[in-house]
């Protein structure tokens, strides 16, 4: 891996932003432009009038980017994070967590001088794949037939036409938890980081391959950090002949393995993989061309910062086990679900957020309709899914400006059936923070990809 390098001035901070940006370019790829204009169902309770909600999906990661670049120290620091809040707040439905991975890069990177960077950046990715492999280690993942990670492998194996026998399919969690776990502790080990990087790349490649490609590039962006290990700036290879060739190369094979596999018969999927692939494989080559002596693993200031990620792991994993929140955990793709059997979700507490079920008016306002938009809308009153309650606070205020009702109705988790059934509860929906999905399957025991 070591090869001649040049400098780019792009500190660790403005490296995630352009990861961020990927991400929302993605989405926009994805969704469309009315998308900006959608306010309907945010993850704070704070609803942004939609001109606001618009300026800020529009305006503040762009703005961030040009203030980390140019204005120096802890002011374009603090600056930038605060730009990145306001993007965040104007966030509806779901706070990825890749999202909230480079919003705690952000303010580690702030925290600490920028020497420490590659610290904070090889605690987080470390604490990440250490804290998914924990969390995959239930039942539900690992043996289940809904088993996310078995379900997305027999799915694209289908779709590729791969003749992949059911017993190989069954040891496939088992080798995600493995790969993870092992992943985690070589970034721990002094001189492990080189070999983690090498599963942690085929790792990420297979993610983006089936659709992860954002949460891919933000952890990108971390091993580029960490093995950069230089003050406000980034390393890049002198022969930017390989950024191109890597770009092209990640970009060209995922397009033609979603192709076959039926993935982006539409064009927005097809310019959003073309994206997201490419920045992924001029990632992927920057990392690989950096120099293979890895910084050096006891540096001055060093510690304070390896308690503060630890425990920042540590509580998010006991908020979970808790019950007080399964969105923001880096518990994707684990099987873990709201009212979850597994036995990670069996004690703590049980003032999980309500939810209820929803019913499609027989006639949409259109302004209405172009508010939630058709997609959400018909995914939110499917006769087999329920909705967060927060969520439902928001549609039917919004609902009753135009004089029509969604007719919720409160549901309870019938823990022998695993059934949402509906209960006579008067009581309004709260406005709470999304800190548990927006939609969930009206069985629990369904496949839940989280």
């Known amino acids: 891996m070591v090869g001649e390098t040049s400098t780019l001035f792009l500190g660790a901070p403005a490296l995630i932003v352009v990861g961020l940006l990927t991400h929302l370019a993605g989405r926009l790829c994805e969704h469309g432009l009315a998308e900006l204009c959608r306010s309907y169902a945010p993850v704070f309770p704070l609803m942004l009038p939609r001109w606001a909600n618009s300026l800020c999906q529009t305006i503040m990661l762009p703005a961030a980017l040009v203030v980390e670049g140019t204005v120096p120290g802890l002011t374009g620091q603090l600056i930038g994070i605060g730009l990145v809040v306001l993007w965040v707040g104007s966030i509806q439905r779901r706070l990825a967590n890749h999202v909230w991975l480079a919003m705690l890069a952000l303010v580690g990177f702030a925290c600490t001088p920028s020497e420490l960077d590659w610290v904070v950046a090889r605690d987080l990715l470390a604490g990440v794949y250490l804290s998914a492999a924990f969390f995959k280690v ?16 027999e799915h ?13 399919l069954r040891w496939v969690p088992a080798a995600v938890v493995v790969v993870e776990l092992v992943v985690g502790v070589l970034l721990l080990v002094p001189g492990g980081g080189e070999w983690g990087l090498l599963l942690a790349l085929l790792m990420h490649w297979v993610f983006g391959l089936t659709g992860n490609f954002p949460f891919s590039i933000i952890a990108m962006t971390l091993w580029v950090t960490m093995f950069s290990a230089q003050a406000d700036h980034v390393v890049l290879p002198a022969q930017t002949g390989l950024l191109w060739l890597m770009g092209a190369l990640s970009c060209g094979f995922a397009v033609l393995f979603r192709w076959k596999s039926g993935k982006i018969r539409k064009s927005r999927f097809f310019f959003r993989d073309v994206v997201e692939s490419a920045l992924f494989g001029v990632l992927a080559a920057i990392v690989l061309s950096l120099s293979a002596e890895e910084p050096a693993a006891l540096v001055a200031g060093a510690a304070p910062v390896h308690w503060a990620i630890a425990a920042v792991f540590v509580i998010n994993a006991l908020l979970l086990v808790a019950g007080v929140k399964l969105e923001w955990s880096f518990a994707m793709f684990t099987g873990l679900r709201p009212f979850g059997r597994s036995w990670l979700q069996r004690g703590g507490l049980r003032d999980w957020p309500r939810y209820y079920s929803l019913t499609l008016p027989a006639r949409i306002p259109e302004p209405l309709l172009k508010m939630i938009g058709p997609e959400f809308l018909y995914r939110a009153t499917r006769a087999d899914a329920v909705v967060h309650e927060s969520v439902v606070r928001h549609l039917e205020t919004a ?52």
Do not use: C, H
């Open 138 to 153: 239930n039942k539900d993942y690992l043996t289940g037939e809904q088993s996310p990670g078995r379900v997305i492998a």
């Open 399 to 450: 609902a009753a400006r135009w004089r029509t009702t969604f007719v919720p109705r409160a549901v309870v988790n019938n823990r022998d059936t695993g059934d949402m059934e509906p209960i006579e509860d008067r009581s309004q929906p709260r406005r709470i923070p999304l800190f548990f999905p927006a939609v969930i399957p009206k069985n629990i025991d369904k496949l839940y990809l989280g």
């Open 156 to 168: 694209y194996a289908r779709g590729l036409g791969l003749p992949v026998p059911g017993a190989l």
